[in-house]
């Protein structure tokens, strides 16, 4: 069975964003987000993933992969 893979860290680091200030503006904690970052989360509320693609000017898609490797 495959599995959705999160590159958040990825779409951070090309927009030059730290995790405090990505944070601070999608207005979540910064333990949830690093749990997001790090792909320690097995669900992500909708509006919060709008609110991070708000944020960093992306799309779900640029966040977001499917993966069918183990």
Do not use: H, W
């Not at 990825?10 to 749990?35: D, F, H, P, T």
């Not at 320690?40 to 799309?59: M, W």
């Amino acid at each position: 069975m495959g599995k959705i893979i999160l590159k958040l860290n990825v779409v951070m680091a090309q927009r030059q964003m730290s995790l405090n200030e990505l944070a601070e503006k999608v207005g979540i904690s910064n333990v949830n987000l690093s749990k997001i970052k790090n792909n320690k989360v097995s669900a992500i509320r909708f509006s919060t993933l709008a609110s991070i693609c708000d944020t960093l000017d992306c799309t779900p898609g640029d966040i977001l992969t499917y993966s069918t490797e183990d």
